[in-house]
Nanobody
């Protein structure tokens, strides 16, 4: 069974960095395409980044490209999101997600069966 648990969020000043982690307590992590989404107050949950099962392929949203990097360690059953040069508009709850058969739908919430509970990132100006 897949259980995703995020950590690493917090309060940071604009220009600062954070590294989010998401651990899968189950034994199927290697079979999952993983992704990060975020949801700001009053807004829809939006795609941030995704990484394939082997970690050799990634995709990042245009809004974070160059500032954010997704990576994974299959031995540790963990996916990471490195956030650099943070801006106030990056303030949101960040969720990790896992999907078994994402295919070409990797940027869409409906492609992912498993979700963590979220971790809050707040960026002050």
């Amino acid at each position: 069974q897949v259980q995703l648990l995020e950590s690493g969020g917090g309060l940071v000043q604009a220009g600062g960095s954070l590294r989010l982690s998401c651990v899968d307590s189950g034994r199927t992590f290697r079979t999952l395409q993983m992704a990060w989404f975020r949801q700001a107050p009053g807004k829809e949950r939006e795609f941030v980044a995704t990484i394939n099962r082997s970690g050799t392929g990634t995709d990042h949203a245009d809004s974070v490209k160059g500032r954010v990097t997704i990576s994974r360690d299959n031995a540790m059953r963990t996916v990471y999101l490195q956030l650099n040069n943070l801006k106030p508009e990056d303030t949101a709850v960040y969720y990790c997600a896992g999907g078994l058969s994402v295919g070409e739908h990797a940027r869409f919430k409906y492609a992912y069966e498993y979700w963590g509970q979220g971790t809050q990132v707040t960026v002050s100006s």
